[in-house]
């Protein structure tokens, strides 16, 4: 295998960096521009902190097959250095204002204004000074950041499969962020004083861990034979920000049975606080070696752990916030808003292909728009988000719209409620590797902050671990008093939970709540509780099969379901709605009472309570009426807002009232006419007589009185007779 000459790489990253250049899009005529050149003088003029070089433009430069991009991508550690060589000596010489100087170019100034000196002084015959650029550091005199990003073509790498052919080469790969430690200063090159000739000595610094320098190297401490004592210069030194993230594995990468991989990332510079627990993101960067330091290489010998040096990060799904919205999402925004159906349409494309739950989806489409939150001038906080319960029978779609709602939701977890402890949900305490102390890692709720965590099996948790959901539902904070530890962590989360009843199946004969089987301080917490009840219905029964099998026949809805708004169409209109504050006008206020206090009035007359209404559900019905608003870019809250909120919390209960409603099945005719003669039995029974004996043609005027003829009534009793359940006198008149 050849060696490189790095001389000669260095020379080509000058000639790509001078020379490379692009079309200018925006001007008129298209005139090629000097992309890296405008760059270095961005940098030098203290506008621009991050250079990076685009792997497609090097391709493009030099050509896919060539031998310096193949380079580049197996060895990127070095030529990120290579390339820093070849800035330095590209870099304009551009003055820097006296107001953007810093701490590091009024020390720069005053150790050339002092190094010049020395240089003049006189210097022995034969013997050159040394040039300014030899007696710094180079890292000490850069002020940017270079990072090299891969080809926009590069295949992301599942991160079980980065394997040891991958040491040092440029890897993509994609996972969700757990675990973010704090940001702290990484020393890069220290400054040391010495306390007997005065010079300044750089130590740079490469790794985690260095030895300080204890004795002066300058010429004159050699000279005079006594080496000086070093003092560590804060100011003087250099450091960058850094940052360790801990990256898993995507849950469709990880093989049934496996426990899902985690990787170590390390940010550095602008690229720190790029991201949060519970973030999906793209990683670029060199995966690379460390060698266990400390008590550890003992134990550890020749092994080394592995980690990715971050070059980029692109996250996937932002928060509202934070979302992008390019020109074609805010036309085709304005172009739904203009045309006045957004509610109905947004609602049908959420889940298309699940059949039916018109209301429900309705509900999701509030929960993921939310109210608006008001803080109170004494601190005190009314939440704005909305919460929702799914509780149903089997087999109506609950965990599908719960996994559909985490998918569109920015910031969307889904979790089990079978597999969830309340640490898990809430905070776990852990040991920080780096410090060894304390710390708090976020649960599943604190990882949904400003998003929606989806609860499924809810009523499979423990009632302890449920506990610690109450807080979060109301106060959206998760108190924590453990280890020594005593704060208070933000949850500001849409709880989106789904629920069988009690018996597995809603049981009709038994009342409600004892087929909810939730506590009521629970209950009273959700906005909004859908009772989702399976029961047969022919045309319900025929259309739902139709559109199962043309889903699992054709992969996508029915074309008669509009499904014209994708997931990020509908992230970009809610973000879009998020940013209105609509506010309750003085009139409908009194309206707004008087239902409240219509609804407690009903279920105080109500024979089976199905929800408990509180204080809280006024506050729903105004959280329901803002998110309606928001919906239609509004800062006042409608009299329409509020009735369709209200008809939303009767929608939830309506299946059960059309249980309720719905006649008795029918009976065949020998069944209904042994019930008849059965009432005639009961009715004639005493203590005395407790076989009372019935007349034949007594029962034979009841039966025809129910609509049935002799001859069913005589098939009737020869059934009955045949299993010994009644006996029928040899003349027919007495049974």
Do not use: W
């Amino acid at each position: 295998m050849a060696t490189t000459d790095y001389k000669r790489e260095i020379e080509t990253c000058k000639e790509f960096l001078d020379n490379f250049s692009e079309k200018d899009v925006s001007a008129p005529d298209q005139q090629r521009v000097f992309k890296y050149r405008d760059k270095l003088a961005r940098v030098a003029a203290r506008t621009l902190k991050t250079l990076d070089i685009a792997l497609d433009d090097v391709i493009e430069h030099f050509g896919d097959g060539s031998p310096f991009v193949r380079n580049v991508e197996r060895n990127v550690m070095r030529y990120v250095s290579l390339f820093c060589s070849a800035v330095d000596e590209l870099m304009p010489d551009l003055p820097t204002a006296t107001d953007d100087e810093d701490v590091l170019d009024v020390l720069q100034k005053q150790r050339y204004a002092k190094m010049q000196q020395q240089q003049a002084a006189p210097t022995e015959p034969g013997q050159k000074a040394p040039l300014l650029s030899e007696l710094l550091p180079d890292e000490l005199r850069r002020r940017y950041e270079l990072r090299v990003i891969n080809r926009s073509t590069a295949k992301q790498i599942a991160l079980r499969e980065i394997k040891s052919k991958h040491i040092g080469q440029l890897v993509s790969l994609r996972g969700i962020v757990t675990r973010v430690t704090e940001v702290k200063p990484l020393v890069t090159v220290v400054t040391y004083v010495c306390s007997s000739c005065s010079q300044e000595l750089y130590q740079e610094v490469t790794a985690r861990e260095f030895t300080p320098v204890s004795v002066c190297q300058s010429s004159i401490c050699r000279e005079k034979g006594s080496a000086g004592s070093l003092s560590m210069q804060t100011r003087g030194s250099k450091f960058l920000k850094y940052q360790e993230i801990r990256v898993q594995e995507m849950t469709d990468q990880v093989p049934m049975g496996h426990i899902p991989r985690t990787l170590n990332v390390h940010a550095r510079g602008e690229l720190t606080r790029q991201c949060a627990p519970g973030d999906i993101v793209s990683v670029q960067g060199a995966f690379l070696p460390t060698p266990y330091t400390g008590g550890g290489r003992f134990k550890a010998g020749l092994l080394a752990d592995t980690y990715i040096e971050a070059m980029h990060i692109f996250k996937h799904k932002k928060t509202y916030a934070n979302f992008d919205m390019t020109d074609e999402l805010q036309k085709q925004v304005d172009q739904l808003q203009a045309e006045g159906d957004c509610y109905d349409r947004l609602a049908r494309s959420i889940a298309p292909e699940i059949y039916g739950h018109e209301d429900v989806k309705k509900a999701l489409l509030l929960l993921m728009v939310g109210g608006v939150t008001r803080q109170m001038a004494d601190g005190m906080k009314i939440r704005g988000d909305l919460n929702v319960c799914l509780m149903g029978d089997p087999g109506v779609a609950k965990s599908q719209l719960l996994k559909h709602i985490s998918t569109i939701s920015p910031r969307g977890v889904y979790t089990s409620g079978k597999g969830s402890s309340g640490v898990g949900l809430t905070a776990a305490v852990l040991k920080d590797p780096i410090t060894n102390d304390l710390i708090l890692e976020g649960g599943s709720l604190v990882l949904a902050d400003k998003g929606i965590c989806c609860i499924d099996e809810f009523d499979k948790m423990e009632d302890a671990d449920r506990t610690a959901i109450h807080e979060v539902m109301e106060q959206q904070t998760i108190s924590i008093a453990k280890a020594g530890i005593t704060t208070t962590l933000n949850a500001r989360t849409s709880i989106l939970a789904a629920a069988n009843p009690a018996f597995g199946r809603y049981n009709i004969r038994r009342s409600p709540s004892d087929n909810i089987n939730l506590p009521a301080a629970l209950l009273s917490r959700f906005d909004l509780l859908f009772l989702l009840l399976d029961r047969p219905n022919l045309t319900i029964d025929m259309a739902l099969a139709d559109h199962v099998t043309f889903v699992h026949r054709h992969g996508k809805p029915p074309d008669n379901i509009v499904r014209d708004l994708s997931a990020e169409f509908i992230r970009a209109y809610v973000s879009q709605a998020k940013r209105f504050d609509p506010t309750v006008p003085k009139e409908l206020t009194e309206q707004i009472v008087e239902k409240y206090v219509q609804m407690r009035e009903q279920e105080a007359n109500a024979k089976e309570e199905f929800t408990y209404t509180t204080a809280r559900s006024l506050l729903a019905i105004l959280r329901l009426g803002t998110a309606l608003a928001r919906l239609r870019f509004s800062t006042l809250v409608s009299m329409a807002d509020i009735l369709e909120a209200l008809r939303l919390i009767e929608a939830s209960k309506l299946s059960l009232v059309n249980e309720k409603e719905r006649p008795a099945a029918v009976m065949d005719p020998v069944s209904a006419i042994f019930a008849t003669i059965r009432t005639v039995f009961e009715s004639m029974k005493t203590p005395e007589k407790p076989s009372p004996v019935l007349s034949y043609d007594d029962i034979v005027q009841k039966v025809i009185a129910k609509g049935y003829t002799q001859v069913q009534l005589d098939q009737c009793l020869h059934e009955y007779e045949q299993i010994d359940v009644l006996v029928v006198s040899e003349n027919k008149r007495e049974i």
